[in-house]
T-cell receptor, first 117, second 113 residues
């Protein structure tokens, strides 16, 4: 149990285009999902916390108009990178917290590799 | 602000060796601490989670300890195998942080056959 999927796993796009990444909890409900970004040989950095039915909370330094987050249901959150540029190339990972588990455990998706040309 | 440090960044050991991976954190008011494994180009797999009230957790050949007062956690891997080669990350959740994890940069482990 507790499987999180991400789609697509890899995407290459031209500079200036928008890219949407989906994060789904497959066998549990998640009121809260988290979006991270990881540059090569660097740590995972939290970008934003996504709450079902409400606006996402962004970390300091993350542009909310550039990284649009929608959490429309208890099993799906989407991250849209708008007007992507080469510096946005990174590994994006989502995680989800199980609504019914007391323990503060996050389940991580397999990640999405974004390359902006 | 919580900072999590993992040193060294990389480690290479021969197969069969017992090893310890270190993690330190600056704010002792943690809710829990987790160890993850990340294979190249992949997501994270949770290995062990230690609640703030616990001292250690064990799973198979893995044992994680937590010392809040000194701001340290260790991951002990017994009888290492080539399949253990991966990057190991520790992450701390601050009390009242609404599950926000602060990650270290990870230790890339290579176990030589």
């Amino acid at each position: 149990g507790a499987v999180v999927s991400q789609h697509p796993s890899r995407v290459i796009c031209k500079s200036g285009t928008s890219v949407k990444i989906e994060c789904r909890s497959l066998d549990f409900q998640a009121t809260t999902m988290f979006w991270y970004r990881q540059f090569p040989k660097q740590s995972l950095m939290l970008m934003a916390t996504s709450n079902e039915g409400s606006k996402a909370t962004y970390e300091q330094g993350v542009e909310k108009d550039k990284f649009l987050i929608n959490h429309a249901s208890l099993t799906l959150s989407t991250l849209t990178v708008t007007s992507a540029h080469p510096e946005d190339s990174s590994f994006y990972i989502c995680s989800a917290r199980d609504l019914w588990r007391i323990q503060e455990t996050q389940y991580f998706g397999p990640g999405t590799r974004l390359l902006v040309l | 602000k919580q900072e999590v440090t993992q040193i060294p960044a990389a480690l290479s050991v021969p197969e069969g060796e017992n090893l310890v991976l270190n993690c330190s954190f600056t704010d002792s008011a943690i809710y829990n601490l987790q160890w993850f494994r990340q294979d190249p180009g992949k997501g994270l797999t949770s290995l062990l989670l230690i609640q703030s009230s616990q001292r250690e957790q064990t799973s198979g050949r893995l044992n994680a300890s937590l010392d809040k007062s000194s701001g340290r956690s260790t991951l002990y891997i017994a009888a290492s195998q080539p399949g253990d080669s991966a990057t190991y990350l520790c992450a701390a959740t601050l009390t009242g942080a609404n599950s926000k994890l602060t990650f270290g940069k990870g230790i890339t482990l290579s176990v030589r056959p």
